[in-house]
Structures are given as C-alpha cells and as structure tokens.
C-alpha cells in the first residue's frame, strides 16, 4: 500500500448554553459546508496554539481559558495520498462575538437542530459524543468529500 503524507488539522467547538458556533465555509477545502472553526497547524505552533489561533483568525471570537482536547479524527481520500490527522477540541471560555469572515459566516445553532445534512458526513456521529461531554477516536475514508467507504468510531476514557 502506498505510503501516506500524514499533514494534522485542527477543529474547535465553541459552546454557549444549548447552541453550538458553525461556521459556513465559503472556499477552500470543506467548501460549501458547515464546520466548527480549524485548518492546518503551522510550523513552529502547538496544536492548541493553532486552534485558538484559527477561532480567532475565522470567526473573530477570542477563547480566553483554553481548549480541552475532545477528539483525534483520520480522514484518508480514495485515490490521494494525504492522511489528514486532525485535533478536535472544545473551548472552555472565550469572550466577543462572532464576524463574518473571508473565510467563514458564523451562526449559532441549537444543538437539538444541527444542520447535520449541510456538514461533514461523519460529523452527526461524533458530535454527540463531545454534546455529551465524551471523547472519542475515529478513521474515515471517503470517496469524494460526500461518501464514506469505511469507518472506525470508538469513544475512549482520556487521551
Ligand atoms: N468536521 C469535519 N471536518 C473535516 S476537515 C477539518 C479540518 C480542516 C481542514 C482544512 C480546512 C479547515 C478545516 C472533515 N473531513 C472529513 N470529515 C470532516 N469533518
């Protein structure tokens, strides 16, 4: 089997009450879907580093008390080489409201009403872990950005 670039991502929730923070990706990888906030760790940053910097750089929002990690995603594609090792966190406070951005046009959701059928396919199977307050590994390989040829999900106790 070909060897795979491993490059790592991160993606944070942002929590208030009953509703999550989505934003609606409006290019770029992802494109067209609802995400919690994230993109690619840089050189030189920790993986919180490049969360809380990439909250700040797509919604505007500041998290103030940290990211709690919540989850560790595999994504691979039929036919490409990269593995996209990403980092899912949850932030613990933050503080300001969200803009839009170039990137992203923020909205909050309830979380009884999540537009789990304009996200990711994989997600209305994680996020529930984390609404719970649970954490969770999974692998996904897709055909395309819309089909999911085979999957690993597993909640886990502590990482
Ligand atoms: N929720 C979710 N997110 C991603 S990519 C997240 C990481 C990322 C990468 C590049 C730009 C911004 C954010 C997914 N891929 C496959 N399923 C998925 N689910």
Known sequence: MA?????FYTLT????????LLGFKKRGFGQGKWNAF???????ESLEEAAIREVHEESGIEIVGGVEKVGELEFTFEG??????????AAKSFKGEPV????????????EDLPYSQMWPDDYL????????????????FQGHDIILSQKLEEVNEF
Do not use: C
């Open 80 to 89: 490409e080489s990269n593995l996209m090792d990403v980092h899912v966190f």
């Open 126 to 141: 994680w996020y529930p872990i984390i609404l719970k307050g649970g954490k969770f590994r999974g692998a996904f390989h």
């Open 3 to 7: 060897s795979l670039i491993r490059k």
């Open 100 to 111: 839009e951005t170039e990137e992203m046009r923020p909205q909050w959701f309830p979380i």
């Open 38 to 44: 994230g993109g690619k760790v840089e050189k030189g």
């Open 13 to 20: 929730l942002i929590r208030s009450g009953n509703k999550v």
